[in-house]
């Protein structure tokens, strides 16, 4: 099983940044894809976007193309996504997900690849 901790939220004013963490562990880091979910209040989760832990291939929601960046490091087990130029409607917790999959869990689909682990989440909150 994989173990995702979610941190670098915060309150930032419209137009600022952020840099969001996703600590990983596991004996077998077993998961293909890491990426972000966010659902903001009242709303269904959304993916955000993604990176291939093998190639680095990365996607991205259209709503964010151009402002956030995904990241990994894998001699420290992390992964980043860099938020630029953040809007009001970025507001929303943030959840980190990878591809591994178990029985009973949620999963949701992003950019053809299913996510079923997920953390605790990290509230970005985006407003004057």
């Known amino acids: 099983q994989v173990q995702l901790v979610e941190s670098g939220g915060g309150l930032v004013q419209p137009g600022g940044s952020l840099r969001l963490s996703c600590a990983t562990s596991?004996?077998?880091?077993?998961?293909?894809?890491i990426g972000w979910f966010r659902q903001a209040p009242g709303k269904e989760r959304v993916g955000v976007s993604y990176?291939?832990?093998?190639?680095?291939?990365?996607y991205y929601a259209d709503s964010v193309k151009g402002r956030f960046t995904i990241s990994r490091d894998d001699t420290k087990n992390m992964v980043y996504l860099q938020m630029n130029s953040l809007k009001p409607e970025d507001t929303a917790i943030y959840y980190c997900?990878?591809?591994?999959?178990?029985?009973?869990?949620?999963?949701?689909?992003?950019?053809?690849?299913?996510?079923?682990?997920w953390g605790q989440g990290t509230q970005v909150t985006v407003s004057s």
């Open positions: 997900a990878t591809d591994y999959l178990a029985a009973f869990t949620p999963v949701q689909y992003m950019g053809g690849y299913t996510f079923g682990s």
């Open positions: 596991g004996p077998a880091l077993n998961y293909y894809v």
């Open positions: 990176i291939n832990r093998s190639d680095g291939s990365t």
